[in-house]
């Protein structure tokens, strides 16, 4: 098939969550304590998709020469469950060199708008869309279940 005719591969700009019941920060790092098993993805475009992946698989996402987070990193925005709501502001952050270590995860940050707090609660840190050819889970080995070509609409 020539390169004119090539199928183009699927691409999904996802967004991701993930969630930890404490929080800490020292100069230039972030730490998410007792981070849940699993990162939640999510995209509505060019198609709904959700769905999670194992926290150590979305570390890999910093894997790679080219399109990893490694050489484009996300932004993200690390929101506090705190009451009063008040507490603790949103911080929007820069996510670089994760490293993950049973149930804590640790991110270099840069800061771009808000105020690190030493320590925190329950929180959760939304991280901007990466986009890559297929969902993000499909790369790592994991295959999505397709739909029959018959039942498929054409676009």
């Known amino acids: 098939m020539s390169a004119a005719g090539a199928k183009k591969p699927d ?3 996802a ?3 993930q969630s930890g019941s ?3 920060s020292q100069e230039g790092e972030i730490t998410l304590h007792g981070l849940a098993d699993a990162t939640i993805y999510f995209a509505d475009r ?3 998709e959700a ?8 570390v890999e996402l910093w894997d790679g020469d080219t399109a990893s987070f490694a050489t484009e990193p996300p932004r993200a925005v690390l929101s506090f469950l705190a009451e009063p709501a008040s507490a603790l502001s949103d911080v929007a952050l820069v996510l670089r060199e994760p490293h993950l270590s ?3 995860l640790t991110y270099k940050v840069d800061v771009l708008n808000g105020t690190l707090p030493l320590t925190g609660g329950a929180c959760s840190l939304f991280i901007d869309a990466f986009g ?6 499909s790369v790592r080995g994991v ?3 397709r739909r029959p070509a018959a039942s498929r609409t054409a676009t």
């Not at 769905?51 to 979305?58: A, Q, V």
């Not at 890559?132 to 889970?137: F, G, M, N």
């Open 11 to 13: 691409h999904i700009d």
């Open 15 to 17: 967004l991701f969550v």
């Open 22 to 24: 404490a929080f800490s």
């Open 46 to 48: 060019p198609r709904r």
């Open 51 to 58: 769905g999670h992946m194992p926290s150590e698989r979305f």
């Open 102 to 104: 049973g149930h804590q």
């Open 132 to 137: 890559r050819s297929l969902a993000p889970v």
């Open 143 to 145: 295959r999505r279940p």
